[in-house]
Structures are given as C-alpha cells and as structure tokens.
C-alpha cells in the first residue's frame, strides 16, 4: 500500500436515514446524517415516503459530508454504497447516486452488505478504541436484524444464529406501541427501565433451539399481560410503566445474552463484539460489559454515532475493499434481502 491519502466516500440509504461519510486511510472525516421525522407519525417507517426522502435529502448530505471533510469530490478514490439488504426503494436512490458519481468522476465503485458494516464500523480508526481480534463473535441488533455471526476476518463471516420472526428492535417498538410510547420506542423504554425495577414483573423467555432467536412469543405475551392488567385496573400503565420497562428490558436482554453465552460456548471464542442500532441500548452495553468479569469476555462496544445507521461504516468496508482491489461493476443490482 502506498503511503499517499486514500479517500472513500460511504452512502448509506437502507432504511430511513440519509447519511454520507468520508474515511482517509480508515479515519472518518465527516459522518452526515438526515433523519427522516416524517415516520413518527405514523408509528413505523412507510417505504414510499422514505425513498422519497432520500430523493431529496443525498445531493445536500453528500455535499455537506465533503464540505465537513475539507476535501473536494476530486479528491475521492472511491465511492462505497449500501447495495443491501434494507427497503428496495430507498437502496435504488443511494445505488443510483453512486453509480453516478463514481461513473463522473471516473473512479471505483464498491457495493456494501450493511449487516457487514456494522460489524466492521469496529475497524473505523479512533483513537484510544481498542479493534478486535480475529476470530470474534458479533452480536449484530437493529430494528430489521438480530443475528450472532462468527467473524473469521474482515470478508469471512458465518452466521451462526439469527431470529425466526421478528428482530430484537422491533420488539422493543411493538412493546412500547402497547404501551402507548411513542416510536421508536427502544431509546424511552431504555430510559424508563432505569427507573423501575426489572423483575416487578416476570415474562417467559421464548424456548428455542441453538443459537437462533424468537421475539413474536414474547410481544404476545406482553400484549396479553397489559390487557389483562387494564382491564383490572385501567390506570396500570400509567402507575408501573417504569417497572414495566424495566422488566421487558430485562426479559429482552435476558434472551441475547443467553445466546451469546451459549455462542462463545460452543465456539470457544472470548472475543465478543455488538453492532446495530439495539446496540445503543444502556442496559446491553452494561451486560455485556459484565461478561468480561463472569465468563472472561474481551468486549467491543462501538461509539454511539457507529451504532444506528451511519455512512461512516459504509466508507470503512469500502476503504478495506479498496484495499484488496475489489470493486463493483457498473451493473451493480441493489438488493433488498441481501444476505452476510
């Protein structure tokens, strides 16, 4: 590698945020994000107004992210994107803009699976952050994902338990739907737990075999459990909702830890790492942080700004693969359920 400045821009688009980010040789520059409010409203994102959205918003975030870098578009090396997986109308914006881009400015074009930048935004160099050793366990935790994955080197990932219905984000948004919180409900109902007590209230964890997931028995029973407890008391809520939260918390992590307990086990690898937008929640980040006093855990847990959905994870795979040569064609499909 020679030791001139390589300059990659990440674009990400799979969900609802517009970001855009510039890494020079692994250091992130700028890391843009506009988020789109608009879904509040309707307690969930709505795909047709999300890709709209980015419609508008990646001409003035990808120029406020070279503007925040001090570099011009001249500058770049390459140009990294989310190809997938996440909603098809919002990856075919940030896809198409790539393509275009690189294609002006006659340089590289590298497609990004954004269940692998997660796990790599750890490789972002930061000061005093400590990256993790290969092999490692990666707990990847969002709104559309929950998986355990085996990371054997940057390019080489196994996927060795993942959920069978719904993700862990969405069982905290569906949670704090019952409870009448608003969305997205993870960052109140993470709040809100570290008022209450977490066993005020027991849940069943969902039995499972291995090291997959289920969180669509566990929201039932939540459901359940507050019609129940309304109907003999219709200010329940309102009087336990901190111990509420605390409990579904303490049910939820419960059940990730169990897994990641059991992942290490039969792996025999110590080395765990988190990622996604879950990964932000307190109560995890102190678990898991207490794993390496119980079972001998080295833990990785990421900045806040590399936990949801950012661009700057989308550069540090783009500058890996452009170190190893690895480039997109032209003809480079977004696709929606693309897989580790």
Same mark, same amino acid.
């Given at each position: ?9 990440? @674009?990400? !688009? ?14 992130? &520059? $700028? ?88 796990? /790599? ?15 490692? &366990?990666?707990? +990847?935790? $969002? ?19 993942? +959920? ?10 569906? $949670? ?27 849940? +069943? ?5 291995? /090291? ?9 029973? @939540? ?23 605390? !409990?579904?918390?303490?049910?939820? @992590? ?7 307990? &059991? ?34 855990? +080295? ?35 977004? !696709?929606?359920?693309?897989? @580790?």
């Amino acid at each position: 590698m020679s030791s001139e400045n390589i300059y990659i821009l990440g @674009i990400e !688009s799979s969900c609802d945020d517009t970001a855009a980010a510039v890494l020079c040789n692994g250091k992130q &520059l $700028s890391n843009v994000v506009a988020n789109q409010t608009i879904h509040t409203d309707y307690g969930g994102v709505v795909p047709e107004l999300a890709s709209r959205a980015h419609q508008q918003n990646i001409v003035p975030v990808v120029h406020q992210a070279l503007v925040k870098a001090g570099i011009d578009k001249s500058q770049l090396n390459a140009v990294s994107f989310t190809r997938g997986p996440g909603l098809m109308g919002s990856l075919l914006v940030g896809t198409s803009f790539a393509k275009s881009l690189a294609y002006g400015l006659d340089i590289p074009l590298i497609d990004v699976n954004h269940m692998q930048a997660h796990i /790599l935004a750890h490789f972002i160099e930061e000061k005093d952050y400590k990256k993790p050793e290969f092999p490692f &366990l990666a707990m +990847t935790i $969002s709104g559309g994902h929950t998986q355990i994955v085996k990371v054997n080197s940057y390019f080489d990932m196994n996927v060795i338990g993942e +959920t069978i219905d719904d993700a862990v984000g969405e069982a905290f948004d569906k $949670s704090g739907k019952i409870l009448g919180l608003g969305y997205p409900a993870g960052p109140e109902i993470d709040k809100r737990a570290k008022l209450g007590n977490p066993k005020a209230f027991k849940f +069943t964890k969902p039995k499972v075999e291995g /090291l997959n997931f289920s969180f669509s028995g566990l929201k039932t029973a @939540i459901l359940y459990f507050i019609q129940r407890e309304t109907k003999a008391n219709p200010n329940f809520v309102k009087e336990n909702l901190n111990d509420i939260c605390a !409990s579904i918390q303490y049910t939820i @992590i419960g059940i990730l830890m169990d897994k990641l307990k &059991l992942a290490s086990k039969d792996t025999g690898i110590k080395h765990i790492a988190i990622g996604g937008g879950v990964s932000a929640n307190s109560g995890i980040r102190e678990a898991l942080k207490s794993g390496e006093q119980k079972f001998g855990w +080295t833990t990785y847990i990421p900045k806040f700004e590399y936990t949801t959905d950012n661009a700057a994870m989308i550069a540090i795979v783009g500058y890996l693969k452009y170190l190893e040569n690895d480039f997109a064609m032209h003809d480079v499909m977004a !696709s929606a359920r693309l897989k @580790i």
